[in-house]
C-alpha cells in the first residue's frame, strides 16, 4: 500500500514571502514516480513536475524548485518570492513504476496555499 | 492542441437516479482515467482503460463502472446514488511512450447528490 502526506493542511503568507510545501510518501516499491499538482479555483489540476525515484537531483524551474530526498521520503516544493497567482490547493502525488503505467496516483490531502497581497 | 474535456460539468441528481458522466482525451491519447474528488476521503483513484479495456480499478463498488469507445472517448456511469457521491470527477489521459506517467487532468463534472 502506499500514501502520501502533506501535513500541512493550510499555509497563508504574504506576497513575495518563500513558502515550502511538505510532501511526505510511504512505499513498498523500489521504483516510482512522484508528482506535484496544482488545483486552482476552476477545478482542473494542473502538472508542475514528475520526478523518477531513481534521479535524486533537485530542480528548478523560474520560482519553482522541488527537493526530493529519498533516505527520508520526502519530496518538499518551494516557490520563491509568492505570488497571489500561486494561491491554489497543491497536491503530491505517487505511482509506482512498474504496472505499465496503469496505476492510478496515490494522492495527498493537498496544501491549501493562501498568498496575500 | 484541445485539453481533455468533460461533460456535463455541473450536474444535480437525486438519491436512487445514476449518471453518465463524459470525457474525451487529448487526441492521440489512447490511455484515459478517472478519479473521484470529495472533501473528506480527497482524490482517490476509480479505473484507468486503455484500448476499450479497463486496466486498473480502484476501490469502489460495483455501483461505479466505466467504459471506453474506439475512439478513445471514456464515460463513467454511477448507478443508484448515494448522498456520498457529491463529488467532482476528474477525468485525465495520458500519451504512450515517453511522458507515459504525466496525467493531463480535465476540469471535472461536479455532481451533487440530493
Known amino acids: 500500500a502506499q500514501k502520501v502526506t502533506q501535513a500541512q493542511t493550510e499555509i497563508s503568507v504574504v506576497e513575495k514571502e518563500d513558502v515550502t510545501l511538505d510532501c511526505v510518501y510511504e512505499t513498498r516499491d523500489t521504483t516510482y514516480y512522484l508528482f506535484w499538482y496544482k488545483q486552482p479555483p476552476s477545478g482542473e489540476l494542473v502538472f508542475l513536475i514528475r520526478r523518477n525515484s531513481f534521479d535524486e537531483q533537485n530542480e528548478i524551474s523560474g520560482r519553482y524548485s522541488w527537493n526530493f530526498q529519498k533516505s527520508t521520503s520526502s519530496f518538499n516544493f518551494t516557490i520563491t518570492a509568492s505570488q497571489v497567482v500561486d494561491s491554489a490547493v497543491y497536491f503530491c502525488a505517487l505511482r509506482p513504476y512498474s504496472g505499465g503505467g496503469a496505476d492510478g496516483l496515490t494522492f495527498g490531502k493537498g496544501t491549501h496555499l493562501i498568498i496575500q497581497p | 492542441k484541445a485539453g481533455v474535456t468533460q461533460t456535463p460539468r455541473y450536474l444535480i441528481k437525486t438519491r436512487g437516479q445514476q449518471v453518465t458522466l463524459s470525457c474525451s482525451p487529448i487526441?492521440?491519447?489512447?490511455?484515459v482515467s478517472w478519479y473521484q474528488q470529495t472533501p473528506g476521503q480527497g482524490l482517490q483513484f476509480l479505473f484507468e482503460?486503455?484500448?476499450?479495456?479497463?486496466?486498473n480499478k480502484g476501490n469502489f463498488p460495483g455501483r461505479f463502472s466505466g467504459r471506453q469507445f474506439s475512439n478513445s472517448r471514456s464515460e463513467m456511469n454511477v448507478s443508484t446514488l448515494e448522498l456520498g457521491d457529491s463529488a467532482l470527477y476528474l477525468c485525465a489521459s495520458r500519451p504512450d511512450g515517453a511522458g507515459a506517467n504525466v496525467l493531463t487532468f480535465g476540469a471535472g463534472s461536479r455532481l451533487t447528490v440530493l
Open positions: 487526441s492521440g491519447h489512447r490511455s
Open positions: 482503460y486503455f484500448s476499450e479495456t479497463q486496466r
